[in-house]
Nanobody
Framework: QVQLVESGGGSVQPGGSLRLSCAASGFTFSLFAMNWYRQALGKERELVAFISGTGDSTNYANSVKGRFTISRDNVRKMVFLQMNSLKPEDTAVYYC????????WGQGTQVTVSS
């Protein structure tokens, strides 16, 4: 079955950086687009970044453009989210996602940006 396992979250000061990782298994990774979502306390889950199966196409929420970069390694079956210039409003649980027959989610990793 599809498994997605996120890691790399933590606490950082405003302006800092974090790199999230998501390890995937249970499906042909290179054939499927991958997404990063986030959900802040009391808010709806929102799409942060998208990457196509080949990695040739990416897209970002306006709120993170120029600060976040999504990438993938189809050999290691991993997707990454490099987050720079972090702001307090980036504080959320970040989830890895893909659609294989249905939406599939990881368990999430907490990112906290605070001074």
């Amino acid at each position: 079955q599809v498994q997605l396992v996120e890691s790399g979250g933590g606490s950082v000061q405003p302006g800092g950086s974090l790199r999230l990782s998501c390890a995937a298994s249970g499906f042909t990774f290179s054939l499927f687009a991958m997404n990063w979502y986030r959900q802040a306390l009391g808010k709806e889950r929102e799409l942060v970044a998208f990457i196509s199966g080949t990695g040739d196409s990416t897209n970002y929420a306006n709120s993170v453009k120029g600060r976040f970069t999504i990438s993938r390694d189809n050999v290691r079956k991993m997707v990454f989210l490099q987050m720079n210039s972090l702001k307090p409003e980036d504080t959320a649980v970040y989830y890895c996602n893909t659609f294989v027959n249905r939406p599939n989610w990881g368990q999430g990793t907490q990112v906290t940006v605070s001074s």
